[in-house]
């Protein structure tokens, strides 16, 4: 183990024998880090009541602050918590906050995620693997996000909205009600403009099957059609698949409206 002489670290902290912690990080209260994690310069983990777990190769930037109290006025230091997967990377000032009582009491985050600069997740998110946010963009409380998301820069999120799989928001959007999967969304407040084909190309989704992802968000986001009228559209012209099972049973347990 590798911690700068400056650095500050909590008896309650579990490190394991491979991570660095750089010049003036804090690690506060019960923050437990696997193997070869990186905790940068002026980096701050954890907080005094709440408890942090992280899987291997997570990397801190400078100026992080991940586990900390969530910004919920209703929060008495209750001992919540965060837990994170593996090689998740925040970078500058990105800040994710431990769940509330209220919420179930967990923040989650999956594996092989990005974080840009001064990105903001709330407490009681809950974010899947290999998601992408860009720089300066904001979730509130409860937002759920799945595998393979991306976001851009300078996006804002209402609380409790949900974006589906392979899904993509435009920069400088703001988002009040869900996004669906393989959908590309854009607006303030954001719409469903598109099929998101370059990332299911990239997934390795076969053309025929993005033609049938794509025919069924068309019956969601064209033709003036209610959703009960899509769906049954969907089912009757659609291929049935895995995929096209997906996205009608997320928009059918939608509670915020889906983005259209």
Same mark, same amino acid.
């Given at each position: 183990?590798?911690?700068?002489?400056?650095?500050?670290?909590? &008896?309650?902290?579990?490190?394991?024998?491979?991570?660095?912690?750089?010049?003036?990080?804090?690690?506060?209260? $019960?923050?437990?880090?696997?193997? =070869?994690? &990186?905790?940068?310069?002026?980096? #701050?983990?954890?907080?005094?009541?709440?408890?942090?777990?992280?899987?291997?190769?997570?990397?801190?930037?400078?100026?992080?602050?991940?586990?900390?109290?969530?910004?919920?006025?209703?929060?008495? =230091?209750?001992?919540?918590?965060?837990?994170?997967?593996?090689?998740? !990377?925040?970078?500058?000032?990105?800040?994710? =906050?431990?769940? !509330?009582?209220?919420?179930?009491?967990?923040?989650? /985050?999956?594996?092989?995620?990005?974080?840009?600069?001064?990105?903001? *997740?709330?407490?009681?998110?809950?974010?899947? =693997?290999?998601? %992408? #946010?860009?720089?300066?963009? @904001?979730?509130?409380?409860?937002?759920? /996000? &799945?595998?393979?998301?991306?976001?851009?820069?300078?996006?804002?999120?209402?609380?409790? *909205?949900?974006?589906?799989?392979?899904?993509? #928001?435009?920069?400088?959007?703001? *988002?009040?009600?869900?996004? !669906?999967?393989? $959908?590309?969304?854009?607006?303030?407040?954001?719409?469903?403009?598109? !099929?998101?084909?370059?990332?299911?190309?990239?997934?390795?989704?076969?053309?025929? &099957?993005?033609? @049938?992802?794509?025919?069924? %968000?068309?019956?969601?986001?064209?033709?003036?059609?209610? #959703?009960?009228?899509?769906?049954?559209?969907?089912?009757?012209?659609? /291929?049935?698949?895995?995929?096209?099972?997906?996205?009608?049973?997320?928009?059918?347990?939608?509670?915020?409206?889906?983005?259209?």
């Amino acid at each position: 183990m590798s911690v700068h002489p400056t650095a500050i670290v909590s &008896e309650k902290a579990k490190l394991h024998e491979t991570v660095t912690v750089g010049p003036y990080a804090i690690i506060k209260g $019960a923050v437990d880090l696997g193997a =070869n994690c &990186e905790v940068h310069a002026h980096a #701050i983990l954890g907080s005094e009541y709440g408890r942090f777990v992280a899987g291997e190769g997570n990397i801190f930037h400078s100026g992080a602050a991940v586990g900390g109290s969530p910004q919920d006025l209703k929060y008495a =230091n209750e001992e919540t918590t965060l837990e994170i997967g593996d090689k998740n !990377t925040f970078r500058e000032f990105t800040t994710v =906050n431990i769940g !509330t009582p209220s919420g179930g009491g967990k923040t989650t /985050i999956g594996s092989n995620c990005l974080f840009m600069a001064y990105v903001h *997740v709330a407490h009681d998110c809950h974010l899947g =693997n290999h998601v %992408i #946010i860009a720089n300066s963009s @904001n979730l509130a409380g409860h937002v759920t /996000i &799945e595998d393979g998301v991306g976001v851009g820069g300078v996006c804002q999120f209402n609380q409790f *909205v949900r974006l589906g799989r392979y899904s993509y #928001i435009a920069g400088d959007s703001a *988002v009040n009600k869900d996004v !669906t999967p393989f $959908a590309i969304a854009q607006g303030k407040y954001a719409v469903i403009r598109a !099929t998101n084909k370059i990332k299911l190309e990239r997934m390795g989704f076969e053309k025929p &099957e993005i033609d @049938n992802i794509h025919k069924a %968000i068309r019956f969601l986001s064209k033709g003036n059609r209610s #959703i009960d009228e899509a769906l049954k559209a969907i089912a009757e012209e659609c /291929i049935d698949s895995e995929n096209i099972q997906h996205l009608t049973s997320f928009v059918k347990n939608s509670e915020r409206g889906i983005a259209l």
